[in-house]
């Protein structure tokens, strides 16, 4: 996998990030010895709640996004892998001061202010959670051979080579965040797009008739 400096740059920059997101919890869960059913859709109710709205903002219509790479929206996957796993979704918490409702009102205001870098900032965090996703999948695929065939389409991406996808995603990052102002414009947004996922591994109540 070729990898453009700049994405490189947003790597080191968020690794700490990552690190915290990976190895929180409701996510290590998944990766140190077989998930049990229950903590496997727990994970992806949590990231559903993160991913729904994250890809809302990406997507809106008044969105500046880059000529040449397309966002493919993964949370109906994801709502989906949470019902066939045996669970429900999750209600976001409605108090402004929570702290999923902060973390994406930071985010808007990177995105707000930070136009094409900032949009690419916080794809590079959704759009590399692929990455992540397929060690997941082959993993769940290994020790629950049913439950990967049932649930784990938000993980394993089939259909798509997620190495060229990152690829060429990376070529698109090379192309706009060479200089300098225009990398820290994205390296903010991915840190607050990293947050947004923290902040949703934090909170969430169940929906009373299981979100299904
Ligand atoms: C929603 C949760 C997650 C997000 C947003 C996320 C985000 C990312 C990003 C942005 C990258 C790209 C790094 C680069 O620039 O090369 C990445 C790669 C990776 N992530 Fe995650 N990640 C998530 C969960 C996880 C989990 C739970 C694991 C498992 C321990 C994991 C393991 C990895 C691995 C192994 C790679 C490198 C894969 C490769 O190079 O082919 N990630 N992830």
Known sequence: MTVSPPLARLRD???PAHHRLDSHPLLAA????PPTPEAYRRALAHLHLALAPLEA?????????????MLLPRAGDL???????GGGLLAAPTTPDAALATALDHLDAHLEGGGLAAWLGAAYVVEGARLGGRTIAR??????????????RFFASPGLDVGRRWTHFGQVVGQHLADDVAFA?????ALAT???FLAG???????PDGGA
Not at 185 to 189: L, V
Not at 201 to 207: D, E, F, K, N
């Open 13 to 15: 920059a968020t690794r």
């Open 30 to 33: 998944l990766s140190d010895g």
């Open 57 to 69: 903002r990406l997507l809106a219509p008044g969105a500046t996004r880059p000529a040449g790479f």
């Open 79 to 85: 709502a989906a892998d949470v019902i066939a796993s």
């Open 139 to 152: 993993a769940l695929a290994a020790r629950d051979p049913a439950l990967a065939v049932a649930a784990s």
């Open 185 to 189: 414009t994205a390296r903010d947004a």
């Open 194 to 196: 990293f947050e947004v």
């Open 201 to 207: 591994l934090a909170t969430g109540t169940a929906l």
